[in-house]
């Protein structure tokens, strides 16, 4: 089915964003009842409403928080929504995303492609959509393993805990290198921006706070149906503090700009900290990326457009900060690929 839906949408996309509006969220955080995170549900939630977020998804480790259940203080805002979910922790973690109930965990097999498809195929059953979280963390989830798993749409391309590797060390490539290698080998797959975090009572850079990774997705509606099927077609992009304005992404090219007054707020935030580089100039540009993760063109400036030429084209916006200290700072916006070859 998929294939079939996709270049149909991919196609009416300008269309359908008549009627739509982007949402901010975070669909991963943990709470008390996981045992090794400091704040309740209620406070959690509570944190994310009070900061303008429209929707987040409380995953906690193999359980399940009816959202029913959670209790925000207040004047609660109509624009904000608990979506149902948890973080199905297993040999690998993933975020079950918009579930109506607990989703299995016990499945255990040393083929981790076979563990990733279980954990599809139960969020499936339990009618959500499944997100594979940080892939680099622990003993890295390696391309072979996750390019077999079929009707997998979603994996966290950027997760803000501090100890999860998004973008490599000496030991392991970035996050964004393996997701070129993913989309060249022909996967329909979306990177995801998320949290993690787990702790609200102490906060620095390298604490494991909120605030710094999301996702804003384009939906007709706000409801957990919409989204999840919003970011199933890939409508929605991924942030680490850069804001867009515009962005489209038409059957064979992606135009976008900087929205610079909603970048500036987010990068003025205390929880936003960046990714430190060691060199490079500040400023703002654009990259559009195509298979094997080759810039094809690069923009210093606030909008551009680029028509694919292979198989898939993605952008990435950067937003370099260099902070009094003399430190450069990198925030990330990614949007989501276009595909040429009819996958
Ligand atoms: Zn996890
Ligand atoms: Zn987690």
Redesign the pocket.
Known sequence: MKKLVLPFLVLFIPLLAFGTKWYKGNTHVHTTLCGHADTTPNVVAQWYHDRGYNFLILSE?NKFIDPSTVELKGEVRSDFLLVPGE?V?GPV?STAMNVSRLVPWEFKDKNRSKVIQNHVDETRKAGGALIL??PN?GRPIHGHEISPVKNLYMFELYNAHPGVHSFGNAHRPSLEVLWDALLEKGMTIYGVSSD?AHKLQKWGEKENNPGRGWVMVRSKELTPKALTEAMLQGDFYSSSGVMLDKLVRGSNHIELSVNEKETECELASEFLFGRPVSKGEPGTFIEFIGPGGKVLKKITGLSGSYKAEGAYIRAKVTRRIKKADGSLRDYYAWTQPVFTDGR
Do not use: C, M, Y
């Open positions: 480790h973080e922790t973690h979280n940080h963390w993690d």
